[in-house]
């Protein structure tokens, strides 16, 4: 598997809210812990087909808690609500950043139609 574009730069923050990544073609991103997690590229929130994939609620709280390399072409994000099944590779974390603006809004306005919060339930 490889990959059209390549990081020069991955760093979780110290609050573990957000990563950091850039790219060898000078573009760079900081992706929230709560946006990688509801668009994660697992079978869990995408489904096997368009159909399936899931509208994940409840994690504007969410954090980071690991990244753990996957080859040279990927990584995999620990979330402390246990999830861990994403590989995110480098053309996917790229996109993610570079449409973050429309993902974001289609996610809240998915939310929205579905009577979801962005809050967790206590």
Request: glycine fraction near 8%; aromatic fraction near 10%; charge should be negative.
């Amino acid at each position: 598997m490889t990959s059209e574009r390549w990081p020069t730069e991955l760093r979780l923050a110290k609050d573990r809210r957000s990563l950091r990544i850039a790219f060898d073609d000078g573009a760079a991103f900081d992706l929230p812990a709560e946006y990688l997690r509801v668009t994660s590229p697992s079978a869990e929130v995408q489904g096997h087909s368009p159909a399936e994939r899931k509208t994940v609620p409840g994690k504007r709280e969410v954090e980071i808690v690991g990244v753990e390399p996957v080859g040279n072409y990927a990584v995999k994000l620990v979330f402390d609500d246990m999830h861990d099944s994403g590989i995110y590779g480098w053309d996917y974390l790229y996109r993610l950043g570079a449409e973050q603006a429309e993902k974001w809004q289609a996610y809240l306005d998915e939310l929205a139609a579905k009577g979801l919060s962005r809050d967790r339930v206590r």
